[in-house]
């Protein structure tokens, strides 16, 4: 008795017989990628989840006053360092927007803190404030004859150090980015406010921030991701002290390593989840729209 096969039932072709050249050329010139996403990304991050899988690890944490102090200290960078430089950089890219020769030739020298490597940058910040032989309080000295303060050993002064050096660094950036929102918007609609008789004021609450408002708070979402896993600011300028009552969860996770507390410093990691998370949220449902 003959047996019929059936189109479905009949042996598919093999995959490189399924692929155009193009195709397969693809798959070739991709993989190299792909091996180092997984051995460079995929894998350290998995590998660090997996360390911080002790609840132990998250215990001795919590028991750890220092951990206590530096979610409290990248709170005060997320809240206050954050806006205050997304601030100043909203005012700024309105002034770098004027058309005069003179701010073309300020704009370059502005953007050098951010164009400049952080490490020599910060540390040079951190020996003009040594409170010996520091250009501040040398310049303080000659001018009042008294002493300097001891700049970074009082924690409150180093904090607000560190958030200034950091809003100092990354200020240029932000400010290109909203002096482009900035340029965006149709001149038309200045002109015909200036007819009207507006204000600087009422032009920029009216036209200037109703353009910019999406882009304003995307770039401050962005900042808070970004500035979450920084440790620059801190770690160069402080290392974390005086005490170590200056650190942030990024820099702390840098003290449990250096102390050979691996699964702490990765559970110091995986502690700023609950900051990154809804960031990421927010981030994506905004540019979702």
């Not at 206590?68 to 309105?94: D, E, H, P, Q, Y």
């Not at 918007?185 to 200045?190: E, K, T, V």
Request: aromatic share 14%; glycine share 6%.
């Amino acid at each position: 008795m003959a047996i019929t096969l059936s189109a479905s039932d009949a042996p598919s072709p093999p995959l490189s017989a399924r692929l155009s050249p193009p195709q397969v050329w693809g798959i070739v010139l991709l993989t190299p990628y792909l091996l180092v996403f997984f051995a460079f990304v995929l894998y350290p991050v998995c590998y660090g989840l997996w360390l911080a899988r002790h609840p132990a690890s998250y215990v001795a944490l919590y028991n750890d006053p220092i951990f206590a102090r530096a979610a409290v200290n990248t709170l005060i960078f997320l809240v206050i360092g954050i806006n205050i430089k997304m601030l100043i950089a909203l005012f700024l890219s309105g002034f770098f927007a004027q058309q005069r020769p003179w701010i073309r030739w300020l704009s370059v020298i502005f953007i050098l803190p951010w164009a400049v490597p952080s490490i020599p940058t910060i540390l040079s910040v951190r020996f003009m404030l040594n409170p010996e032989w520091g250009m501040v309080n040398q310049l303080i000295f000659k001018f009042t004859g008294d002493d300097g303060p001891n700049w970074l050993n009082d924690p409150t002064v180093a904090l607000t150090m560190a958030i200034g050096v950091h809003i100092w660094k990354s200020l240029p950036f932000w400010t290109l980015i909203l002096l482009t929102g900035r340029l965006a918007i149709s001149n038309d609609l200045f002109e015909a406010a200036d007819v009207d008789g507006a204000s600087w004021w009422q032009k920029f609450r009216f036209i200037t921030w109703p353009s910019m408002q999406t882009l304003y708070i995307t770039c401050t979402l962005l900042s808070m991701i970004w500035t979450l896993g920084d440790f620059n600011s801190v770690y160069l300028l402080t290392g974390g002290g005086p005490a170590d009552l200056t650190h942030v969860l990024s820099t702390l996770g840098i003290r449990y390593l250096r102390l050979d507390q691996l699964p702490l410093a990765m559970a110091s990691i995986v502690c700023a989840m609950p900051f990154v998370l809804p960031l990421v949220y927010f981030m994506m449902k905004r540019l979702s729209r």
